[in-house]
Structure formats: C-alpha cells, structure tokens
C-alpha cells in the first residue's frame, strides 16, 4: 500500500472518530451519569402491619391443685407402764378403710388389741380375747355396743376396771354428743363380773364410780 493511500485511511479514521464523538457523546455521557446515581439510590422503607390485640384478652384460669383425700383416723386406748410402773392409758391412732363406720371399727381394733409394735412399746389390753363384738346399734342418740358376755369373765376388779375404762375412753373419743351403752348379750350391763361392779350408764368417765 503506498504512502497516500495510508494518509487517505488515517484522515478518514480520525474524522469518522469526531463525527461518532459529536454525535454519540452526549448520549454516552447521559448514560454514565445516570448509572452512577444508582449508587445512591435507597431502597424505600417497608414496614409489615402491626398486629392489633384483642381488647378483650381471655384469662387464664389459675390450675387447681387437686388435694389428696384426708383418710379418717379413730383412737384406741390400751393400757402400759409409765417410768415409775404405774399403769396407764395408752392411746394409739388406726387409720379408718374406706367404708367402716369409725366406732364400730375403732371398736374391733380395741378387741383385737395391740400391734407388734405398740406391744414392743409394753402396750397391752384388759379384754379377754374371747370377747366378741356382736353389734352396734344407733337409735338416735342414743349407740349400743353389744358384746358377748365373756367381756366380764376372767381376772379380778382391777381387770375389770381396766377393761371398761379402755372401752369408755374408746367410745367418747370416737364419737361425739351421743350417749353410749354397754349390753352384755343383749342386755343393758349395770353389774359387771363375779364381784358385782356397779356401772352407772350412760357411759361416762365417772361411770364405775359409787
């Protein structure tokens, strides 16, 4: 390629560049301008829906505490030795089953006498083994504690005043404004044993005085 041909090219390059420049300048120009005010574009703010409470809010009801159920207890009497011998009342607790009227249960658990343990502790008992609890009656106001008639055999006044007090305070302490009665057999016991023992009835803690 010669000389002038080479100038011819480079004068067209130089003038097709102006003419690019003059005509698409100022559109490049726009362009890099509003590309760079992207940079400082802010996302506009989003703010989610409060959600409104109820004005009327349900209480909570506090958990109820659910008792155990108490167990009923009777107390019976027997007799022991206190430190210096001298013969006392010994009152032991029984806890009542489901269903036994607490007299007449506090009833059998004095004729069946003391427990290992309380036998372990010199607790002991006046009523003769063969005592047997025919009944319990309530009319009223009024109970009656039947027992066969050995309940007045066996051992002499001391026992059978012992034996009828274990009875008494047994009976007073496990019920309340009643007026209770020994029978014998059937029939009302106002005289106790071989040595003629006067029992004043209703019982009471004054019942074998004269």
Do not use: C, H
Not at 66 to 85: C, I, N
Request: hydrophobic content about 35%; proline content about 4%; cysteine-free.
């Amino acid at each position: 390629m010669s000389n002038f041909a080479k100038i011819v090219i480079i004068i067209l390059l130089v003038l097709s560049f102006f003419f690019i420049k003059e005509k698409w300048g100022r559109q490049i120009n726009d362009f890099i301008s509003s590309t760079s005010s992207i940079t400082n574009f802010e996302m506009p703010k989003f703010e989610f829906p409060k959600i409104k409470k109820d004005k009327e809010e349900k209480v909570k009801k506090p958990t109820e505490i659910v008792k155990p159920e108490e167990k009923e207890t009777v107390y019976v009497y027997f007799l022991a030795l206190d430190s210096d011998s001298n013969g006392i009342y010994k009152k032991v607790q029984r806890e009542v089953p489901a269903g036994e009227n607490k007299l007449e249960y506090a009833i059998k658990e004095l004729l069946k006498g003391p427990n290992l343990v309380e036998k372990s502790t010199g607790a002991y008992s006046e009523i003769p083994k063969t005592t047997q609890l025919i009944n319990i009656k309530q009319n009223g106001n009024k109970i009656i504690i039947n027992f066969n008639s050995d309940f007045q055999y066996g051992g002499g006044t001391d026992s059978i005043y012992s034996r009828m007090m274990q009875l008494i305070k047994t009976s007073l302490a496990n019920t309340k404004n009643k007026k209770i009665y020994l029978y014998l057999d059937g029939k009302q016991a106002n005289i106790l044993g071989g040595e003629g023992i006067m029992v004043t009835q209703p019982l009471s803690e004054k019942s074998l005085e004269i």
